[in-house]
């Protein structure tokens, strides 16, 4: 008995030579399953929101922003709006723009790559006057956040 030559692709690519002794049937290969990303059920981020000073007619807040949404972010913006009249006056560590109670943090250079479990801070100084209530509608590119 003499076996036989079957040249069969491989999973890499590539192809192998397989023996098959005559009369047998030929292998049938088995393909490889691709890989399926995880689904990105819950995507989200987490944001701790912390007046860090307050005087009569001013603040100082810090915003940790995590991002859970299941992939990393090039380039980014950070969404709430205000409940009151505040105003922000100064800002760090993003780009701040604020129309009437809508604020919007987007990325600066140094910080525009933001991986899956990364955090960043953010801050910034504002002016208010009457009551200074804390946001609760934050969103990281869309998705909405879950404040701590």
Known sequence: MVAKGITMPDTGGGFIDIAVAP???APTPTPTPTPTPAPVNGAKCTVNYTV??????????????????GTALNGWNFTWSFPGNQKITSFYNSSITQSGQAVKASNVNFNANFPNS?????????????????????ALNGVPCTRN
């Not at 801050?123 to 934050?138: H, V």
Request: glycine content about 14%.
């Open 23 to 25: 009369g047998a049937p």
């Open 52 to 69: 860090t000073g307050q005087w009569d007619v001013g603040f100082n807040t810090t915003i940790n922003i995590q991002n859970n949404t």
């Open 118 to 138: 990364g955090s960043y801070l953010i801050g910034f100084t504002a002016s208010y006057s009457g009551t200074n209530p804390i946001p609760n509608n934050f």
